[in-house]
């Protein structure tokens, strides 16, 4: 998770941070290491396509240092100007926008399950509850297939940006999150959600339509996965 805050050219140290949070964050002998990068000072191309043609050099990277189906990860990034926000994503990672009243994902997960979402058969909160609600369709570092990114761009006001992985979403729902976003100080918001999400206690209980209508569904459980993000608050 990379949030940055400029307008000029890139530089050498958003290509290392790219490079070296592909390679850490899902390693083959080590799946649950998860590098962390936050309030970096990165410096920003002059336009998204650019930002989007420069994942691909960095997937390209990763290919020629490790090779293929060896390591991958998903990316989500925010860079905050004064008149526009960008948001790439590859993967099921979320990027949310926060105002008092609002709580709005701004990018679509790149997973078999949010297909599901998409068409209508499915709640959004309800997604944690399929077996296979981990499989992305979309990946940085595995291959050229499946590395392709969304770029978002914002120009709707908010409060405050918040980034992080699916560890959150996998067990708390939309409203909780904005509760807690809501309940706290800006300095306390990703401890709190981060904390609710690994050793919050919950009783998660599977709705009856889909028992009916799905086979492959469990019982999710707090800290069931990496859970880690970044907060930006204006």
Same mark, same amino acid.
């Given at each position: ?54 994942? #691909?050099? %960095? +997937?390209?990277?990763? =290919? &020629?240092?490790?090779?293929? *189906?060896? @390591?991958? /990860? ?45 068409? #209508?058969? %499915? +709640?959004?909160?309800? =997604? &944690?509850?399929?077996?296979? *609600?981990? @499989?992305? /369709? ?97």
């Amino acid at each position: 998770w990379v949030l940055g805050y400029s307008d000029d050219e890139m530089n050498n140290f958003f290509i290392k941070a790219l490079i070296e949070s592909a390679i850490n964050s899902y390693r083959i002998d080590n799946p649950t290491q998860s590098f962390f990068c936050s309030e970096i000072d990165i410096l920003y191309p002059p336009n998204h396509k650019e930002f989007m043609d420069f994942i #691909g050099y %960095v +997937n390209e990277t990763i =290919l &020629k240092l490790y090779g293929e *189906n060896t @390591l991958g /990860t998903t990316i989500c990034m925010a860079i905050v100007n004064e008149e526009k926000t960008f948001v790439l994503n590859i993967g099921d990672s979320r990027c949310y926008i926060f105002t008092d009243k609002e709580f709005i994902q701004v990018n679509e997960d790149d997973s078999e399950v949010y297909r599901l979402y998409k068409n #209508g058969s %499915v +709640n959004k909160n309800d =997604l &944690k509850y399929f077996t296979y *609600n981990n @499989l992305i /369709t979309r990946c940085i570092g595995l291959n050229n297939d499946l590395c392709r990114s969304r770029c978002y761009i914002i120009d709707k006001k908010f409060d405050g940006i918040i980034l992080f992985s699916d560890g959150v979403t996998d067990v708390l729902d939309e409203e909780e999150i904005f509760s807690i976003i809501k309940s706290n100080d800006k300095e306390k918001i990703l401890d709190a959600i981060v904390d609710k999400a690994v050793y919050g206690e919950k009783d998660f209980v599977i709705p009856e339509y889909l028992k009916a209508k799905y086979k492959y569904l469990f019982t999710p459980f707090n800290g069931k996965d990496n859970t880690s993000g970044v907060v930006y608050v204006k």
